[in-house]
């Protein structure tokens, strides 16, 4: 599928270009797609509408700095994405289970946030296409680490990444545990310190609380 730009992709997002959607979907090219799975067996497909790839960047503010139909308004970034949508259901027929896999969120500044993503489910909701929708946040393009956030299998994916790599996702890994650990003893004290002072100060007038420090 054609970047709808001149310049590399590696530099900047979606800028004004293809408009055709012949051009911009080939129709030859999803319908052979949508074949290939459905011939393997496959009862649902999954589109990724997130992590700052091809209609992610449409999607996003911060990538997308097209001036005509495809850029600025919600609804105009919107309607690429909304083309994939109806060209894989004509594709896949009513048979397949169709989701998204959606950013809530880029995770940089100037990026998509969580209400224009609502606004965007909305608008892929009205096409009558989508069977579910998967959530998700941050991107491959820049600030690759919020998609990490929370219980990411660190070690897991260490594992498999050259040296380098490796030793980045290790030392990160180890930076949060750190931080995780501290933030909880620090949480901790604090909490034995409010005790330790309620403690000794005695109950408040009137009261019949007792407590116990240990």
């Known amino acids: 599928m054609p970047l709808p730009s001149r310049v590399r ?7 004004d270009g293809l408009q055709n959607e012949k051009q911009m979907i080939p129709a030859d090219t999803k319908v052979e797609l949508v074949d290939r799975l459905t011939d ?3 009862d649902a497909i999954e589109l990724h ?25 919600i609804e105009n970034r919107a309607r690429f994405p909304r083309r994939i949508l109806r060209a894989v259901r004509e594709a896949a027929g009513p048979q397949v289970a169709i989701t998204a896999k959606q ?7 100037g990026g998509l946030e969580l ?16 069977d579910a929708l998967e959530l998700t946040g941050g991107g491959s393009r820049a600030n690759q ?3 990490f956030r929370g219980d990411a299998p660190r070690a897991e994916m260490a594992a498999v990444l050259p ?9 990160r890994g180890a930076a949060r545990r750190l931080h995780d650990s501290a933030s909880c003893r620090a949480v901790r004290s604090r909490g034995r310190a409010a005790l ?19």
């Not at 992709?9 to 800028?15: F, H, L, N, Q």
């Not at 209400?115 to 989508?130: H, N, P, T």
Request: proline share 8%; net charge positive; aromatic share 12%.
């Open 40 to 42: 393997a067996g496959f």
């Open 49 to 73: 509408f997130g992590h700052h790839y091809l209609p992610s960047s449409f999607m996003s503010p911060k990538w997308n700095r097209r001036t005509d139909d495809y850029g600025g308004s």
């Open 9 to 15: 992709i590696v530099d900047v997002g979606p800028r």
């Open 163 to 171: 040296p380098l790599p490796r030793l980045g996702f290790r030392l």
């Open 145 to 147: 680490m919020f998609m």
């Open 103 to 109: 950013n809530m969120v880029d995770g940089i500044r």
């Open 196 to 214: 330790r002072r309620r403690t000794e100060s005695g109950p408040a007038p009137g009261s019949r609380s007792r407590t116990a420090w240990r």
């Open 115 to 130: 209400e224009e993503s609502i606004a965007f489910a909305k608008l892929y909701e009205s096409e009558g296409v989508l």
